[in-house]
Nanobody, 115 residues
Framework: QVQLVESGGGLVQAGGSLRLSCAASGGIFRFNDMGWYRRAPGKQRELVAAIASGGRTNYPDSVKGRFTISRDNAKNTVYLQMNSLKPEDTAVYYC?????????WGQGTQVTVSS
């Protein structure tokens, strides 16, 4: 059974940093591209970072240069380092395969950036 557990969210002031972690189990991780997504209040869920099984990364312009995705295949964990956070980064952050698979959504972790 696939399980994705996100952690590391919290409340941070604008300009601050957070590091999110996503622990994967159930065989999803090793050979799959993975992604971090977010859903802000009143908005659709969007991709914020993706990493291929071989390590190639992809970011939308909204977070490029501020967010860094990485993965530790030995630990079945994917990370999202978020720097220079802005109030518009406030959202619930989720990890999933890339492209996402609906059945794999977890609880997510809340990130709140105060101005």
């Amino acid at each position: 059974q696939v399980q994705l557990v996100e952690s590391g969210g919290g409340l941070v002031q604008a300009g601050g940093s957070l590091r999110l972690s996503c622990a994967a189990s159930g065989g999803i991780f090793r050979f799959n591209d993975m992604g971090w997504y977010r859903r802000a209040p009143g908005k659709q869920r969007e991709l914020v970072a993706a990493i291929a099984s071989g390590g190639r990364t992809n970011y939308p312009d909204s977070v490029k240069g501020r967010f860094t995705i990485s993965r530790d295949n030995a630990k079945n964990t994917v990370y999202l380092q978020m720097n220079s956070l802005k109030p518009e980064d406030t959202a619930v952050y989720y990890c999933n395969k890339y492209p996402a698979y609906g059945a794999y959504w977890g609880q997510g972790t809340q990130v709140t950036v105060s101005s």
